[in-house]
């Protein structure tokens, strides 16, 4: 519940999630608002300045409350 609460709400959320299929989490990863970066030995120490970038951009966005 308090997860359901959090992807909800206007803020941004961060988080992992497993990446094999699963009834819980194939919903959250199929909705619109949500955008998944695959964390890989290639791209592991860019990954926080994408997050980073994603977040301003976020930021940025007028949210209607």
């Known amino acids: 519940?308090?997860?359901?609460?959090a992807i909800v709400?206007?803020?941004p959320v961060?988080?992992?999630i497993?990446?094999?299929?699963?009834?819980?989490c194939d919903p959250l990863k199929g909705r619109m608002d949500v955008v998944i970066l695959e964390v890989t030995k290639e791209?592991?120490?860019r990954l926080p300045d994408e997050v980073l970038d994603l977040?301003?951009?976020y930021a940025m966005t007028?949210?209607?409350l």
């Open 14 to 16: 961060i988080a992992t």
């Open 62 to 64: 007028p949210v209607d």
């Open 9 to 11: 709400s206007p803020q």
């Open 18 to 24: 497993q990446k094999k299929k699963n009834p819980f």
């Open 43 to 45: 791209n592991r120490e």
């Open 55 to 57: 977040l301003s951009q």
């Open 1 to 5: 519940e308090a997860v359901l609460r």
